[in-house]
T-cell receptor
Framework: DGGITQSPKYLFRKEGQNVTLSCEQN?????MYWYRQDPGQGLRLIYY???????QKGDIAEGYSVSREKKESFPLTVTSAQKNPTAFYLC?????????????FGSGTRLTVV | AQRVTQPEKLLSVFKGAPVELKCNYS??????LFWYVQYSRQRLQLLLR??SRESIKGFTADLNKGETSFHLKKPFAQEEDSAMYYC??????????????FGKGTLLTVNP
């Protein structure tokens, strides 16, 4: 299905490794977002980007990094500095009215540290 | 800073009973409020937004600025309504209202 695609669906990482989660959208949306979803914690914002080559930290950015070189793509790198990386990661996108009309979400990537 | 509170982690009702999922927010400005739903094995999707004043799948939600609430209601719950529901708030973020703050979610179970 079109819209917003996250890959891979499942990802396993060894302690001390960096991993990159992919997020691509073909909706021509300006803004993109990364959230982390943990049981009982809801969705917490990691990073967001309103425009190409610009991004801002969210509420839990420590241990994560992002880039926005293309409008369609907003990859998230989970670094070895992230103390508890095992979680479900959601990517979303919106146009400039995202705060009024809502987001489109991807299907998520489940990251497990082994 | 904005905050969204969903006081119930779990809510269980019987089919045909009314259901109300509570959402309270704190924000000093004029917020935009949303309800998102995540059915089992499906992606998170927008259910409704207060600006549209619409009813989706029989659900409605009214923004009460005096009580800073945006409760989600349905008069007769169906088994297919079983899902995780998130309330979300959009606040002005440096001149534009992009960022959504989510509550912790309420897992609704509708029993037959």
């Amino acid at each position: 299905d079109g819209g917003i695609t996250q890959s891979p669906k499942y990802l396993f990482r060894k302690e001390g490794q960096n991993v990159t989660l992919s997020c691509e959208q073909n909706l021509n949306h300006d803004a993109m977002y990364w959230y982390r979803q943990d049981p009982g914690q809801g969705l917490r914002l990691i990073y967001y980007s309103q425009i190409v080559n610009d991004f801002q930290k969210g509420d839990i950015a420590e241990g994560y990094s992002v880039s926005r070189e293309k409008k369609e793509s907003f990859p998230l790198t989970v670094t070895s500095a992230q103390k508890n990386p095992t979680a479900f990661y959601l990517c979303a996108s919106s146009d400039r009215t995202g705060g009024t009309y809502g987001y489109t979400f991807g299907s998520g990537t489940r990251l497990t540290v082994v | 800073a904005q905050r969204v509170t969903q006081p119930e982690k779990l809510l269980s009702v019987f089919k045909g009973a009314p259901v109300e999922l509570k959402c309270n927010y704190s924000y000093s400005g004029s917020p935009e409020l949303f309800w998102y739903v995540q059915y089992s094995r499906q992606r998170l999707q927008l259910l409704l937004r207060h600006i549209s004043r619409e009813s989706i799948k029989g659900f409605t939600a009214d923004l009460n600025k005096g009580e800073t609430s945006f409760h989600l209601k349905k008069p007769f719950a169906q088994e297919e309504d079983s899902a995780m529901y998130y309330c979300a708030l959009s606040a002005d973020s440096g001149g534009s209202n992009y960022k959504l703050t989510f509550g912790k979610g309420t897992l609704l179970t509708v029993n037959p």
